[in-house]
């Protein structure tokens, strides 16, 4: 019998691996517009998002945004948008992701506190679903479809 792997790869899939933090929290490395940062994979998060002490090393345009961002304790953050940004995970990548943009202070005060690195940011089920994302949560793997 073929293994989820095997399956995934076969159909073009290719696979990312996942590093689980201390805070139980899978990290991934992604790579904005030439740049590389440090993200969780949040299958809960509506948006993937950027901290905005990131913006310049990203090379992110950002707008303003009538959205508020809740979410990990904090309600009614103030957020920008930046669309049109090349996102590259592992072989995958898509030049036309857009990001919410936000003040990650409580987001990476936390993760500090439980001894884990801080993030640049959160990559959401906007990009699992571009990506027809799925997660081996056994052998920690992403895989997303070329």
């Known amino acids: 019998m073929e293994t989820l792997q095997e ?31 440090r993200f969780i994979l949040d299958t809960g998060a509506s ?4 901290d ?3 913006i310049d090393r990203f090379k992110l345009k950002a707008k303003d945004s009538m959205i ?3 979410g990990a304790g ?3 953050m103030k957020t920008m948008m930046s669309k049109k940004n090349k996102v590259k995970i592992g072989k995958w990548s898509n030049n036309k ?4 943009l936000f003040n990650f ?11 884990s690195k801080p993030v ?5 089920a906007d990009i699992l679903k571009k990506g027809k994302g799925v997660i081996d949560y056994q052998k920690k793997y992403l895989y997303l479809k070329l």
Do not use: R
Not at 47 to 50: D, G, H, I, P, T
Not at 107 to 113: Q, R
Not at 120 to 124: A, L, N, S, V
């Open 68 to 70: 508020k961002a809740a």
């Open 7 to 37: 399956f995934l790869l076969n159909k073009g899939y290719t696979k990312i691996k996942l590093h689980l933090t201390k805070t139980n929290h899978f990290e991934i490395k992604v790579q904005i517009n030439g740049e590389k940062g």
């Open 47 to 50: 948006s993937s998002c950027v």
């Open 74 to 76: 904090a309600t009614d």
């Open 97 to 100: 992701v857009a990001l919410v």
């Open 120 to 124: 640049d940011g959160i990559i959401g």
């Open 105 to 115: 202070t409580h987001v990476n005060t936390a993760l500090i506190n439980h001894n």
């Open 52 to 54: 905005f002490e990131s």
